[in-house]
């Protein structure tokens, strides 16, 4: 039987040529998607067989483009947990450890080699790990610089790992490597999405003069005998469904909200998700955890990584974030040179509260940019504030559900796609969409799906004005207690920041890298990052709009 992995190399060869034929037969653009759920047939993902959520096949060219997205976030094969867990086997972080190997061609460090890091794995018995799977993350820091980068890891597969860091700056650079998830909690929240992606549920309030019910609603609803309302949106396909009330219509739906947790571990796997024990913990250094870097030589033969190409977008350095790529990040650190920027520019901000988190920091450094008050809730919103001294406008409206909100009116659940064929667009129209966490608990396809009928839309949107600014927010990492490892743990979070990438390659779009700046930076990780955090991912927001200031 092959394994994932052989599994793709084979559908990637066999997929080209299918790739090639469509291509020549279909009109990318202008094809359209079939998002409905399909009770009666299996995912497209070889690993998933859920009964109640699977989904129809796709078109052709989708199905490709899935697959090949499926590929690419693929987890090393990690073998079954018995039935009977104990720790003793598992991976533990405090009797592992890390060494920084020398350079390779000898001789001390500068600015612009690349520094590799060998992690070796071990059980809490202090025997070896034989196999792969964990999930780490690895930073390179000077608190007194106020420097940090972040690292790439690569899986060796039989238990030790490399971690590759560039060297940016000159002095002393530590390395730091977090071990946030065991490959056997990886295999918990595996099975959790194959078998329980409605642990979260959501309701909604039906009501029709004195009469009301609420009833369970969601992506992925389990068959019973109660009839089903079909919510799925007109425009884009989303799919959403609700169980029939019982003495009320489908019509008289007034209200989305999330309902329960439901949590169904097995014996000890709990064990596997403890803050300080195996979760979000330092691995230990064998030997130094630092090197000196000492400034680039002129005619350096920088020495470089033979085990992974690093793809950075930016580090710190005095506590500023600089771009590795093309568009340089300035600081805007005054209200006129961020007023200046605005000046007669209408933002739109879609997305869920890591977007929102924007506009509250944009309202509260403009004390011209005043917010409309529209009697919304503060998490729902919509948002809107005007600047009449500027000719500033700035919107915010959360994304369509899945979303875990407290209470939405249904009349504000929006679909990003749909939104975004009502702009006209044009140079003074900025789009900026962060959707991300409120899928970590669903099929990793349904995010995939997503975000191809938001490309779709932004597709449109730059055809008719190509001037128009979009920007897009990856995923962060966060703080996680046992709930938020089961919901939104790093790892789904990772996954989805992959396929947003992939989703949005190639287009005319720009990045804020809120996983590396997150990464990078020394202040703790948070669902919502610190507000020093959220002023450099405006300020690189800011000089996309305005590069040339």
């Not at 450094?365 to 409309?372: A, R």
Request: include cysteine; aromatic fraction near 10%; glycine fraction near 6%.
């Amino acid at each position: 039987m092959p394994t994932l992995s052989q599994y793709c190399t084979i559908f990637i060869l066999l997929a080209v040529l299918v790739f090639i034929f469509v291509l020549v037969n279909m009109n990318f653009l202008e094809h359209k998607v079939d998002f409905k759920l399909d009770f009666n047939r299996v995912s497209t993902d070889p690993e998933m067989r859920n009964d109640f959520c699977t989904f129809k096949p796709l078109p052709p060219l989708d199905a490709q483009e899935e697959h090949f997205i499926l590929c690419s976030i693929a987890w090393p094969m990690i073998p079954l947990l018995p039935d009977h867990l104990s720790l003793k086997q598992t991976s533990d972080p405090a009797h592992s450890k890390f060494t920084i190997l020398p350079r390779r061609t000898g001789g001390q460090w500068h600015v612009g080699d690349q520094l590799e890091v060998i992690i070796q794995m071990y059980d809490f018995s202090g025997i070896p790990k034989n196999s792969g799977g964990d999930f780490f993350v690895a930073r390179l820091h000077n608190s007194k610089l106020g420097a940090g980068v972040g690292g790439q890891v690569v899986d060796h597969l039989n238990g030790s790992y490399t971690a590759v860091f560039p060297l940016l700056w000159e002095g002393s650079a530590e390395v730091e490597v977090t071990l946030v998830h065991p490959s056997e909690a990886i295999t918990v929240l595996h099975r959790l999405t194959k078998e329980q992606p409605d642990r979260i549920s959501f309701q909604s309030l039906f009501h029709s003069g004195s009469n009301s019910e609420t009833t369970t609603c969601n992506i992925c609803l389990r068959p019973t005998q109660q009839g089903l309302c079909n919510y799925t949106d007109l425009g884009t396909g989303e799919p959403w469904f609700c169980y029939k009330p019982k003495n009320l219509g489908c019509d008289t739906r007034i209200s989305h909200f999330k309902g329960e947790f439901k949590q169904k571990l097995k014996a000890n796997e709990e064990k596997l998700f403890q803050s300080g024990v195996n979760m979000k913990v330092i691995i230990p250094a064998s030997g130094p955890a630092s090197v000196t870097v000492l400034p680039k030589l002129e005619d350096q033969q920088e020495v470089e990584s033979r085990i992974v190409t690093l793809r950075l977008s930016g580090y710190y350095y005095q506590d500023v974030w600089r771009a590795l790529g093309d568009t340089a990040v300035r600081q805007f650190n005054s209200i006129s040179a961020i007023s200046q920027c605005l000046r007669g520019k209408v933002v739109h901000l879609y997305g869920d509260s890591t977007i929102r988190q924007w506009f509250e920091h944009l309202t509260a450094t403009l004390p011209d940019l005043k917010e409309f008050d529209l009697h919304n809730l503060k998490q729902v919103g919509p948002f809107m504030a005007l600047d009449n001294v500027n000719n500033i406008l700035v919107t915010h409206r959360c994304h369509g559900p899945p979303i875990r909100f407290a209470s939405v009116p249904t009349s504000e659940l929006r679909y990003i796609a749909n939104e975004l064929d009502g702009l006209t667009g044009g140079p003074n129209t900025v789009v900026v969409i962060g959707i991300w966490s409120h899928f970590s608990t669903f099929p990793v396809e349904l995010y995939i799906r997503r975000l191809h009928s938001i490309r779709t839309a932004v597709l449109r949107l730059l055809d008719r004005e190509p001037g128009t600014v979009v920007v897009i927010r990856t995923a962060n990492l966060k703080a996680l207690t046992l709930y938020e490892a089961l919901t939104n743990s790093d790892w789904y979070s990772m996954q989805r920041d992959k396929v947003l990438r992939a989703m949005f390659k190639g287009i005319n779009v720009h990045l804020v890298d809120a996983w590396q700046m997150v990464l990078a930076h020394h202040l703790p990780h948070s669902l919502h990052p610190q507000p020093p955090i959220v002023k450099d991912m405006i300020d690189v927001v800011l000089s996309y709009i305005c590069p040339q200031m």
